[in-house]
């Protein structure tokens, strides 16, 4: 009779996880690289990068309404939102300028760059079908300790419920983002 049980015990468990439905992935992506090849000229910092608490799932997190927050079900990032963020802003940077090199934060102190972009993610969110950033960041120079540019950047992307959708929108939005990052580097080259 225990053999009987266990082994009943031990089916019924394989059976419940043969039904749970298969985690899927997603990524932020950078947009294309023009295939341009230079000499690096210039090193820019990336960071630190903050990203809001509630962001911070390995599941998607969605709006149900104004006031209440949804994890995806199967929707995984794959790897962690702040450090996506970091990784597509970095190459978005690159891509403006073929010369122009990313350090990410931290930096050794000996090799600290001169300007350092800096950025505070204050929701990422999708409400009504539309991603939506909204983001403050600072370019600042290292060497003064001196602001010299800062921006607050909100921007709405149309976007469906997927998962693939919303990756995408947050993957566009991030590239608006480092446009206007761009923009601030090179009044300031």
Known sequence: MRIFTITLLV?????????????????????????????????????????????QHLQLVVNRDANSLQLTENAYW???LEKGITRV?????????ANRSIETFPWRSDTTPALSLRLTVHDLQ????????????????NQTKSVLS??????????????????????ELLAELATEMDKALVSNN
Not at 17 to 27: A, I, T
Not at 44 to 53: F, H, K
Not at 89 to 97: S, T
């Open 11 to 55: 089916s019924s468990l394989l059976v419940g996880c043969q039904q749970s439905p298969r985690k899927q992935y997603y990524l932020l992506n950078a947009t294309d690289n023009t295939n341009q090849t230079a000499a690096i000229t210039r090193t820019i910092g990336l960071g630190p990068i903050e990203v809001a608490d509630y962001l």
């Open 78 to 80: 794959g790897e962690p």
């Open 89 to 97: 802003l970095a190459i978005n940077l690159m891509n403006h300028q």
């Open 126 to 141: 999708l409400i009504n079908n539309e991603a939506v950033i909204n983001a403050s960041w600072k370019l600042i120079n």
């Open 150 to 171: 800062q921006q607050h950047f909100v921007r709405k992307k149309s976007s469906g419920k997927s998962a693939t959708q919303i990756a995408t929108a947050y993957s």
